[in-house]
């Protein structure tokens, strides 16, 4: 077989050419640090590389999230924490009131106190992060979540929670309406409302729901006592209605008054609540029992409104007035409690919310270093094993180039005598 010395030439170009090449590839490896800069370098660990780059990417957009999840849920603990220290001072002015120490003048510059507490309330109630979002308005976070109006306040935000995706199955609510917070009171843990008609003639005052069958209790029923007289004695009667049915249930009839004496709010064998009733009503005297979730005791606004009326109603010595004035402030007393409470539980459910935060910080946290830890166990280049290679490299293409030079004076026209 004979081999042409083109043929020679062409092998031995070919193969310093492609030493020159792994040289060349080796030098950039180490001149960069990646070992891995195409996938023509690795197949199968460029294919590892790129999922391994998804899962940081991933990583790293769930971190942001997290970290705008608890910036926002931080904001509104604070902002709760202060709504609930604006009520406990209301509730505490409203106890100032109860005493029966003051007189209307007194009231009055009370009623102003409470005003500017509910102005200080309603400003918490339209909080808004650094970007101009209001924090209570649910989706509508451009909407001013209350304005305020001659007939009370109006809310304008809807009943969604804002959420944030902070893993890979797990979406966290970031926000709560202004509805859950201001509007309204959980039905567990809240005291069943108990006034007085603020139209009554009598001196009767009530005093707070006493639960004594909690298997019985219809705290969830809107009742009402009603005073008349009894038709062949005169004497001073009442009855219990459940204004929960239409038309409305008579619980008790014409039962007779003694005063403070509890009254039983239920039919026969259905009894778990009483309440007390002092003084002396008057026929046509009204009194109302209704749960803590009814409308008119559920909305903080209301309430606080309700309460400043009743100060701002001059007494002038009267006893009739001054019961009226005792009922409207103890049933907001209670409304405020239920709404102190409240607004407790939704922090308590944001506190929590905000240390699932952090711990699934930590967790991505220390996903994100091991996916980079592998990412560069990947792709970084071994130096050690790079230079030892580069010098191996370097001494083949020098053995290389040296014997091609040899072979080049290897000719049979070199033995020919001239």
Known sequence: MRIATSQLYSSSVATMENQQSQ???????ISTGVSLSTPADNPLGAAQAVQLSATSATLTQYASNQNMALSSLQLEDSTLGSVTTTLQAISQQIQSAINGSLNDADRQALAKQLQGERSQLFTLANTTDGQGNYLFSGFKSTSQVFTDATGGVTYNGDL???????????????????????LSVSAVGSQVVAGGSMQNMGTGTISGVTVTDPTQATNGHPLSIQFGTDATSGA??????????????????????????????GAAGKIG????????????????VTPAIAPQNSSVFSTIDSVIAALQTPVNGSPAAGANLTNALQSGLTAIGNSISNVVTIQASVGGREQEVKALQTVTSTNSLQVTSNLSDLTSTDMTAAIAQYTQLSNALTASQKSFAATQNLSLFQYINP
């Open 23 to 29: 040289l060349l590839q080796t030098q950039q490896q």
């Open 160 to 182: 969604g929670q804002r959420m944030v995706q902070v893993g890979g199955s797990r979406q966290i609510a970031v926000s709560d309406t202004g509805a859950a917070v201001f």
């Open 236 to 265: 001073l009667t009442y009855s219990v209605i459940d204004n929960s049915t239409n038309p409305t249930t008579t619980l008790a009839s014409n039962q007779p008054y003694t005063d403070g004496s509890p009254i039983d709010l």
């Open 273 to 288: 609540m009483n309440v007390t009733i002092s003084g002396t009503p008057v026929a046509g005297d009204t009194f109302s």
